[in-house]
C-alpha cells in the first residue's frame, strides 16, 4: 500500500513513511466506525449526567460546533491561499457543512448542485447528529428502560432495511435519513457496552444487544473489509492535509493526531478528540 496524504484520492501531494505497510495503519478506514462505537459509549453516559434536553442540547453544541466552525474555516482559507482549484471551497459548501446538513442530499443537490462537505470526512457528522437527536428522545421517554426501547427500535429498523420492507425510492430515503441503519448498530453496540461497563441494571439485557450489534455489523458487510458508500465518499471529496490536526495538537490529543494521519476518514478524529475530552 502507498501511505499518502489523508482522503487524497488524486495524489496530488504524494508521500511514504516508514508507517508504509504497517498492518495497524492498513485498517485506518475502520476509525469511523470505531469512532461510532465510543460515540454511543459516551452519549449514554453523557445523557445520564444531563438534567434534562436542554442541558444535552448545550454540551453538545458546546463541543462540537466551535471545534467544527474553526476546522471549516481555517481549511476554506488555506485551500483559497494554497489549494488546487479543485479543492476551492464555495459559500454554499461552507454554509451547509458549519450547520451540519449533508450537502449531498436530493433536496440539496436540486436547487443547489455541486454543493459539497468543506471536507469529505465532515459526513460522519450528519450521522453523530441524527444519533444524538434520537438518542436524546429515547432516553427521555425511557430513561432507566432506554436499553429495551433502544433495541426495540434497532431491531424494527434492521427488519425495514434486511427484508426490504420499505418500498419504493421515497421510502427508502427517509428510512435512511432517520433511521441510517448502516450506521445505526456501531452506536447501539457502545450503547451496550456501556450499560454493560457501568453496571447498569440491563446490564444482561445489553450483553445480548451488544451481540445482535455485532452480528449487524457483520451483516452489513463491515466485517469483510468493504467500505460503505458514505466512507467512499470521503475519498471523493479529500483534501490534502487534515487542517484539524491543529485541534487535536492544541488540545494534546496526540493519539487522536497519529490516527488522522492514519486513515482516509480521520477529518472527524479530531472532532471526536475535542468533543469527547477524558
Known sequence: YSWTIPADPHAHIPLRTPLSGLLPFEYGWLGVEFFFVISGFVI?????RCRNLGDF???RFARLWPPLVAAATLTTVVMALIGPTDW????NDYLFSIVIIDPHSWFVQRFLPGT???????????????????????????RRRFIKFWLLFQAGAAAIWMFHLAPGRGAQLLLETIFFPTHMPYFTLGLCL????????????AMFGAGFAACLILRSGA?????SAHAAGNFRDGKPVDLRAVLAIRNRS???AVRIAADGSAGTGVLFAVSHPH
Do not use: C, N, Q
Open 57 to 59: 442540547a448545550v454540551r
Open 88 to 91: 476551492l471551497v464555495h459559500r
Open 194 to 205: 456501556y450499560e454493560i461497563y457501568s453496571r447498569g441494571p440491563l446490564r444482561i439485557v
Open 254 to 256: 496526540s493519539a487522536a
Open 223 to 227: 466485517g469483510a473489509g468493504r467500505l
Open 44 to 48: 449514554l453516559m453523557t445523557l445520564e
Open 116 to 142: 459539497k462537505w468543506v471536507d469529505g470526512a465532515y459526513w460522519s457528522l450528519w450521522v453523530e447528529v441524527r444519533f444524538y437527536v434520537l438518542a436524546a428522545l429515547f432516553y427521555l421517554a425511557a
